[in-house]
């Protein structure tokens, strides 16, 4: 397995760096590192140095030694951005922490006109601030040195520019009244950016299709099966992944 990931603001410039607070009690309190082990320190923007355990002092104090010059992970060729719609209760954190395992690099939440959930106010605050966190701790465990970026919350209108701007724009979308390609079969950008839809369990609305059809979107399916909208941003990213070379 490859050295745990540890977040701090900014790198080591020196061969030495103390990890304190959270991350620092984590290490000592939680993953119980000792001196010898291997430990990997990023800024989760693609900067990243790997370094010795040389003790574990009390418990969130954790010195590194051995530091290497700090790397940098380049930003992938083509880049997969999904919009997702606000799913009911824990499901949004759910479909965040599997698509950053994957590989997603921008989350974009999407207030759907069909969603139940709403964020306003500091309920929409907090849920945002628990998205972030949740693609947080889902990049550290699944050893990423870049994070996916969490957008703010986008409205429908929002959305539909992105998909104007993007390389390639997709809804992910099965209904029997509606012509869809299968994004297996798509033909991709080899370079850019990935957009993608994910509706809310009501589906996306016929006058959002139309709005996101004007701004280039095309409508595709993943398969026979109808995915939930906590796990479909998931498998289309893997997809893709696989499709683009990502995961070769």
Do not use: Y
């Amino acid at each position: 397995m490859t050295a745990p990931v540890f977040v701090v603001e900014q790198l080591p410039g020196g061969p030495e760096f103390v990890l304190e607070g959270p991350e620092g009690r984590h290490a000592v309190s939680v993953k119980r590192l000792h001196a010898g082990e291997d430990v990997v320190l990023t800024d989760g923007r693609g900067h990243w140095a790997e370094g010795v355990v040389k003790a574990a002092e009390g418990k969130d104090r954790l010195v590194i030694t051995d530091l290497e010059s700090v790397h940098e992970e380049p930003r992938p060729g083509v880049r997969i951005t999904v919009v997702q719609a606000l799913p009911k209760g824990d499901r949004g954190e759910v479909a965040v922490e599997t698509m950053t395992e994957t590989g997603t690099d921008t989350i974009v939440p999407w207030q759907a006109a069909r969603c139940i959930t709403q964020w306003k106010g500091d309920r929409g605050l907090k849920s945002l601030a628990k998205w972030r966190n949740t693609a947080r701790e889902a990049g550290k465990q699944s050893r990423r040195v870049r994070f996916p970026d969490v957008a703010d919350v986008a409205t429908t209108k929002q959305v539909a520019a992105l998909l104007a701007t993007a390389d390639f724009a997709a809804v992910l979308h099965e209904d029997r009244g509606c012509d869809s390609e299968p994004l297996a079969t798509a033909a991709l950008p080899d370079e850019g950016e990935i957009v993608l839809v994910v509706g809310p369990e009501g589906g996306v609305s016929p006058e959002e299709l139309a709005v996101f059809a004007a701004a280039g979107a095309r409508t595709c399916r993943l398969g026979p099966t109808v995915l939930r909208t906590s796990t479909a941003g998931t498998a289309a990213t893997a997809l893709l992944l696989g499709r683009t070379g990502r995961w070769s």
